[in-house]
């Protein structure tokens, strides 16, 4: 009854306030089966509830009796203790380690080799629950000899068990290179990789995490994941249905791709750019995050990988993702990524300029509702690209709305391009833009000074005269003193 009782959330105070933790302790020893049984599926379900319950089991002295019952009994109690013990150790490091101090971890190593996959699973569940708090845990599950249990457990038939081993593989390799190396060392990428074509996208999900988690670490765990032969069947989970599928995928390549020019290469080479843009076209949010962010670490290793991006059509997707999504902190990636690619030189600024991303990431540098972050690397993006932007139609109407701060950088790039090109002198002049100039005030001796004054030598003098604030008022000055000659 209070089993059952348990699975409604609205019954768990009443039972926490009746006592029932020390009235269930006493079932786990009787002698007929079911109850103790049942007994360990209703602590389950009241630690699983909060850690205020999870906290109560360990003070209560619950854990040891359910590891010596974990090794004697039969199937069906098994998976219900390390059903607790998994509910117990989710909800902090603390409680984790609790469970790791009366022993448990050896226990339910013993249960990955049990015949029953509803045990194994069971175990690998309450394990996977452990590894994931920190690296001493992690450590502490590496050596009870996990590892290599949990790469047989994802050969096993048994979809579920395959997927939740995937994940505790993942969980395990995610804190340090030293941790993820014993599941490398254990055979598990190979693994891990055939599983990438599996129809089952919750698989898929896990798989392609845990092998993200491996190859985040350095350049050398993320080439053994490429020689896994990983691409190009990694590029079909891009088009899967699943959107965290998706998601795992571009986190993948993005993994791999950050470390070095020679692995961007190899992920451009597999077409690997072009099907992550095509990927952040078909998804929205927080799914777009990773590729967002891959496409900028490509593009940040060399201007021959910027391009790449450049031809894949990648910075008008960007631009879309910019002006499109509401968070911030998508909007700060996308930012940071046109950023990486305009800043290599003047073709490239010219390519993200011409999508009229200059204004959308001034405006977020401007607002008042931007994070901080988001203004940062706005700032930052704006500044890359500006200084090597040449393309002038672009960078006029920073003239009229940039600060102080980025005017300075605006002023600079006319100052060197107008001298070498004497069609956009003119049309400077005529849209306006030598007249703003003139109205800019600048202290005496700075750099913005400095660009004001090379551009007006690039003008006659009276031409540079005519534009300055103040000289029609010269000229009526002028006017009024003339004194006509009378014949």
Known sequence: MVAELATRPQNI??????????????????????????????LGRLANYNDDLAEAVVKGDILPQLVYSLAEQNRFYKKAAAFVLRAVGKHSPQLAQAIVDCGALDTLVICLEDFDPGVKEAAVWAIGYIARHNAELSQAVVDAGAVPLLVLCIQEPEIALKRIAASALSDISKHSPELAQTVVDA?????LAQMILNPDSKLKRQ??????????HSVDLAEMVVEAEIFPVVLTCLKDKDEYVKKNACTLIREIAKHTPELSQLIVNAGGVAAVIDCIGSCKGNIRLPGIMMLGYVAAHSENLAMAVIISKGVPQLSICLSEEPED????????????????????????AVTNTLPVLLALYMSAESSEDLQ????????NILQKCTYLPALEPFLYDAPPNILKHVVGQFSKVLPHDSKARRLFVTSGGLKKVQEIKAEPGSLLQEYIHSINNCYPEEIVRYYSPGYSDTLLQRVDSYQPLIN
Not at 25 to 38: A, K, M, Y
Not at 207 to 216: E, P, R
Not at 331 to 343: C, D, F, N, P, V
């Open 13 to 42: 105070e009443t039972l926490q306030n009746a006592g029932v933790m020390s009235l269930l302790r006493p079932l786990l020893l009787d002698v007929v089966p079911t109850i103790q049984q049942t007994a360990a599926l209703a």
């Open 207 to 216: 798989v392609l995490s845990a092998l993200s988690q491996v190859a985040k």
């Open 329 to 352: 902190h998508i909007k700060a990636a996308a930012a940071w990524a046109l950023g990486q690619i305009g800043r290599h030189t003047p073709e490239h600024a010219r390519a993200v």
């Open 376 to 383: 940062v690397k706005s700032k930052k993006a704006i500044k």
């Open 187 to 191: 055979g598990a990428i190979a693994h």
